[in-house]
Structure formats: structure tokens, C-alpha cells
């Protein structure tokens, strides 16, 4: 599966939009994009995910280029509570998630 | 959606001791675990994936002897850490996925163990 990279870390003020960036230039054509965060000494929890059309869903936008080489996953009002580390993941759908270091977003008052 | 069990939540043992780990899928059944472990402030790490049935896959360098996994039936599966040291103190994770093949994973809440 497809190695990805991401800032280590960002910050967003509270009520604008968190726009966190992935890069996935090796991704092959039958691999999905997976968003994933973690709050402290909790699982993983699933945000979204995509293959090469953009997904909307209650929590966030993913957004995937045309070449599909990166995506970004938008917050669209930041709360407290989105503190957490976020992970992009790419998946040609054998499970084997293979974790990269994740972006530690932090949310400010 | 689908919900993955884990349990205990946390767990302190003395040094020598061996801790059991359950991972269970509530609602779905799962052919395939998987067991991850993280230290602080790092990411998660996979350990080894649990085939129902079969005996698991191991990450290289995982130690399967000290690391024991059964996957006995499609809704459960265990990790013992036998003999276990401080330095196996950290944080467990285990996932499963439901099986409709665009590899969503759904994860436990974690054990945090904690070696005397």
C-alpha cells in the first residue's frame, strides 16, 4: 500500500475551517484514501474516505486531486473537541493499515 | 455502523506476569483483526493481523511467543502478552473490518497496560 506524509502539525482558531493536507504521489488506481483521527488514549475513530471523486459527510470534506497524488480533509468549523492527531491512509482494501505519523491539529480559543 | 469492543480498558500488572487482551466485533462478523501498539506521542504500530481459524501473521520484529493471538471464532479475538516487562508497557489497539472490500477499519478504544 501507498506510503503517505503530512505535516507534523497545525493549528486552526476555533470556528474557521481546518484544511489538513496528505500526500500520496504513489497511490495506485484501486487504492482509497482514508481519513482517521485519534484523541488522546482513544481508537482511532473513521472520518471519511474516497476513492477519486470529493466526499462529503457530516464531519468533513475530503478533497482529492485530479491526479489523485494528494487530498485534503476539511474541517469546516473547527470546535475544541477536533483537537486530536489525524491520519491519512491509503488503502487498496486489504485492511493492513499502515500508519504514518499524522498531523497533531490543535484548536484554538 | 459497526462497533469494535476492547477490553479491559486498562490494565497494571507486575513484571513476570502474562495480561489477556479481548477484541471483540459486536455487530458484524470479522474474518480479520488486526493488533496495533503505540507509544506515546508516536503512531500506531501493527503487530500482527488475526486470521478466524488459522494462526496469525506476524510484523517482523514482533516476538509471536511473547505476543499471543487467538482468533477462535468471527466475533473474537485475544492478545496475551506473556512474561511481560515495563518495556511492553504502552498502548494496544486492535480493528476489524466488516468485509464489504473498500477496507474501512473500524477500531477498539484501546488497553492501556501498564508493566511493574
Known amino acids: 500500500d501507498a506510503k503517505t506524509t503530512q505535516p507534523t502539525s497545525m493549528d486552526c482558531a476555533e470556528g474557521r475551517a481546518a484544511n489538513l493536507p496528505c500526500n500520496h504521489s504513489t497511490i495506485s488506481g484501486n487504492e482509497y484514501v482514508y481519513w482517521y483521527r485519534q484523541i488522546h488514549s482513544q481508537g482511532p475513530q473513521y472520518i471519511i474516505h474516497?476513492?477519486?471523486n470529493n466526499e462529503t459527510n457530516e464531519m468533513a470534506s475530503l478533497i482529492i486531486t485530479e491526479d489523485r497524488k494528494s487530498s485534503t480533509l476539511i474541517l469546516p468549523h473547527a470546535t475544541l473537541r477536533d483537537t486530536a492527531v489525524y491520519y491519512c491512509i491509503s488503502t487498496s482494501g486489504t485492511y493492513k493499515y499502515i500508519f504514518g505519523t499524522g498531523t497533531r491539529l490543535k484548536v484554538l480559543a | 455502523g459497526a462497533v469494535v469492543s476492547q477490553h479491559p480498558s486498562w490494565v497494571i500488572c507486575k513484571s513476570g506476569t502474562s495480561v489477556k487482551i479481548e477484541c471483540r466485533s459486536l455487530?458484524?462478523?470479522?474474518?480479520?483483526m488486526f493488533w496495533y501498539r503505540q507509544f506515546p506521542k508516536q503512531s500506531l504500530m501493527l503487530m500482527a493481523t488475526s486470521n478466524e481459524g488459522s494462526k496469525a501473521t506476524y510484523e517482523q520484529g514482533v516476538e509471536k511467543d511473547k505476543f499471543l493471538i487467538n482468533h477462535a471464532s468471527l466475533t473474537l479475538s485475544t492478545l496475551t502478552v506473556t512474561s511481560a516487562h515495563p518495556e511492553d508497557s504502552s498502548f494496544y489497539i486492535c480493528s476489524a473490518g466488516t468485509g464489504t472490500g473498500n477496507g474501512k477499519l473500524f477500531f477498539g478504544s484501546g488497553t492501556q497496560l501498564s508493566v511493574l
Open positions: 455487530d458484524f462478523q470479522a474474518t480479520t
Open positions: 474516497g476513492l477519486k
